[in-house]
T-cell receptor, first 114, second 113 residues
Framework: KAGVTQTPRYLIKTRGQQVTLSCSPI?????VSWYQQTPGQGLQFLFE???????NKGNFPGRFSGRQFSNSRSEMNVSTLELGDSALYLC?????????????FGSGTQLSVL | GESVGLHLPTLSVQEGDNSIINCAYS??????FIWYKQESGKGPQFIID?????DKRQGQRVTVLLNKTVKHLSLQIAATQPGDSAVYFC????????????FGSGTQLTVLP
């Protein structure tokens, strides 16, 4: 069974640009969450989607957005990139997002903003 | 906001010894806790979890202890192996936001030969 797949693996952008990251969850998983990981702030929750609906959102500015498609694949978008957006963006999936379900993480997309 | 914190940023142990990684949490509403392992270049990997109605749970070579009185969580790894070298994170959540995990800052475990 394939794991959580994130593309691209690495990305370099410049300030002011926008970026779209993609996540394919494990087959059968309908909940997808996104996290940002930086050396300074650690792992921080961005948002969670289930059945194409955003169920939960972390404390990030509106420049960070996401969506989920009918096949449970998810994308997140960051507009007007800032230097501080440089981070590892992790996607995680679970069956239905219920507490107690194991969360499976992808290897992440390393975003560098120059 | 409230967050989960770790007592030590780094831990070095001899191969074969037992490791203990500690975590302090501050949100008294948290009722579900998870330990993750993150190796270089990979995403966090689930190790073990525990609910607030338990104080101990055992897995294969790992044990998690929960002390709600002092809001403390620990991960014990028995007979530590070189493959255990990684960063370990504790995470917490509460029933109202099952998928919104709050992670600790992480502990780098290094296993010495």
């Amino acid at each position: 069974k394939a794991g959580v797949t994130q593309t691209p693996r690495y990305l370099i952008k410049t300030r002011g640009q926008q970026v779209t990251l993609s996540c394919s969850p494990i087959s059968g998983h309908r909940s997808v969450s996104w996290y940002q990981q930086t050396p300074g702030q650690g792992l921080q929750f961005l948002f969670e989607y289930f059945s194409e609906t955003q169920r939960n959102k972390g404390n990030f500015p509106g420049r960070f957005s996401g969506r989920q498609f009918s096949n449970s694949r998810s994308e997140m978008n960051v507009s007007t990139l800032e230097l501080g957006d440089s981070a590892l963006y992790l996607c995680a999936s679970s069956l239905a997002g219920g507490q107690g379900e194991k969360l499976f993480f992808g290897s992440g997309t390393q975003l560098s903003v120059l | 906001g409230e967050s989960v914190g770790l007592h030590l940023p780094t831990l070095s142990v001899q191969e074969g010894d037992n490791s203990i990684i500690n975590c302090a949490y501050s949100n008294s509403a948290s009722d579900y806790f998870i330990w993750y392992k993150q190796e270089s270049g990979k995403g966090p990997q689930f190790i073990i979890d525990i609910r607030s109605n338990m104080d101990k749970r055992q897995g294969q070579r790992v044990t998690v202890l929960l002390n709600k009185t002092v809001k403390h969580l620990s991960l014990q790894i028995a007979a530590t192996q070189p493959g255990d070298s990684a960063v370990y994170f504790c995470a917490e959540t509460f029933s109202g936001s099952a998928r919104q995990l709050t992670f600790g800052s992480g502990t780098q475990l290094t296993v010495l030969p």
